[in-house]
Each structure stands twice: as structure tokens, then as C-alpha cells.
């Protein structure tokens, strides 16, 4: 199967600092990718659609001046946490799209997490 | 918009015993649904991917079946092993086919 990379794979910052998570595909092209946050014992939930050469599309409730996301090339998206603070500290995965042939046919594939920790 | 709910919460079995989680979805207008599974403090691994014309789907143990109608799936895990302890998560698409919406899981724990 397509594999999805995550860099780094933790993470432990100062509070106000900013910090970077890049998102690889690394065997197909990814014109949209997913970034989602788990808390400890939650479930994934969604923070916004990257779209390769354009802005990306935030879910409800997540700040887009907060989380900078930049899909700069096919195989590349970042997601930037700004200000960083305690209340952020949590796993982010990403999730690259490989489109498929025919209708329902696109399969998500799934990086292996950032697990972020914000003193 | 999708919402996905798994029961239980949680399991705790003894090995050997055959066991069903259970996944119900509220949109089901979807290509496919997914489960998957996650170690503590781990990322996802992709177990099943049923496709919406299927009604089931087979690896090793494990079962998975989908009822797009009544808007539910299970997933048969069979023989438990203590290695199968983790978080089992189902996921359905928000619209169509992407992008995928999590259930909260069922956390497994398989006794020796």
C-alpha cells in the first residue's frame, strides 16, 4: 500500500514557540491531504482539508490563524502550530488522498502521528 | 454531516473468546467504510475496507460486515489473543467517499 510519512514524530516545545509538522507522501501524489488531532482518549477528529495550490478548509471551531497549513507541492503539506500552548498539546495525524479510478475509489492514507507536548 | 458511534467503549475478554464491535453511522450514502486499529500512543492501521456494493470482508480473524440500509457494521474478531489488545476504530466518509469521520473506538483488552 501508499505510505504517508510524519516528520518528527515528537515534538516538545515552550509555550509561545511555533512548530512545524511536515506531511509526506512518498510513492503517489496527493492533490488533498487531511490533518486530524487526537486528545488523549478521543477519537480523531478532523482540523481541516489541504488542497495542493490553494487554501485549505478548516472544520468549525478550528482557527486558521492558529494552525498554518501550506500544500506547496503534491507530495508535501505542513502544518504549522503558532503560539503554541499547553491547551494544543496533543497527536496530530495526517492523511494523504491517492485518487483512484472511478467513482469512491480515492483511498485515505494515514501518516503515523506527531505527538506534540506544549510546557 | 456523518457521525459515527461505536459501542462498547470498552471490552475486556478472556483469550480465545470470540467477540463482535459494533459501528453505526448516520449518512449512509458512502463508497466504503474502514476499520481500523491503534496501539496506545501508536498511529492508525488500516484493517478493513469495505466497499459499499460488499457486505462483508475477510482477514485472518477478522470479519468485517456492512448494512448500508440500516446504517451499521460489525467487526468479528475471532480467537482473541492478547495481542489484540487495542483501540479498534470504524470510520465512514462525511460525504461519498472522503474524507473519513472516527467513531470515539472500542478499547479492547484481551486477558491470558
Known amino acids: 500500500g501508499a505510505v504517508v510519512s510524519q516528520h518528527p514524530s515528537r515534538v516538545i516545545c515552550k509555550s509561545g514557540t511555533s512548530v512545524k509538522i511536515e506531511c509526506r507522501s512518498l510513492d503517489f501524489q496527493a492533490t488533498t491531504m487531511f490533518w486530524y488531532r487526537q486528545f488523549p482518549k478521543q477519537s480523531l477528529m478532523l482540523m481541516a482539508t489541504?488542497?495542493?495550490?490553494?487554501?485549505?478548509?478548516?472544520e468549525q471551531g478550528v482557527e486558521k490563524d492558529k494552525f498554518l497549513i501550506n500544500h506547496a507541492s503534491l507530495t508535501l503539506s505542513t502544518l504549522t502550530v503558532t503560539s503554541a500552548h499547553p491547551e494544543d498539546s496533543s497527536f496530530y495525524i495526517c492523511s494523504a488522498l491517492e485518487s483512484g479510478q472511478g467513482a469512491g475509489t480515492d483511498t485515505q492514507y494515514f501518516g503515523p502521528g506527531t505527538r506534540l507536548t506544549v510546557l | 454531516k456523518q457521525e459515527v458511534t461505536q459501542i462498547p467503549a470498552a471490552l475486556s475478554v478472556p483469550e480465545g473468546e470470540n467477540l463482535v464491535l459494533n459501528c453505526s453511522f448516520t449518512?449512509?450514502?458512502?463508497?466504503?467504510l474502514q476499520w481500523f486499529r491503534q496501539d496506545h500512543g501508536k498511529g492508525l492501521t488500516s484493517l478493513l475496507l469495505i466497499q459499499s456494493s460488499q457486505r462483508e470482508q475477510t482477514s485472518g480473524r477478522l470479519n468485517a460486515s456492512l448494512d448500508k440500509s440500516s446504517g451499521r457494521s460489525t467487526l468479528y474478531i475471532a480467537a482473541s489473543q492478547p495481542g489484540d489488545s487495542a483501540t479498534y476504530l470504524c470510520?465512514?466518509?462525511?460525504?461519498?467517499?472522503?474524507?473519513?469521520?472516527f467513531g470515539k473506538g472500542t478499547r479492547l483488552s484481551v486477558i491470558a
Open positions: 449518512d449512509s450514502a458512502i463508497y466504503n
Open positions: 489541504s488542497n495542493e495550490g490553494s487554501k485549505a478548509t478548516y
Open positions: 470510520a465512514a466518509p462525511n460525504s461519498g467517499n472522503t474524507p473519513l469521520v
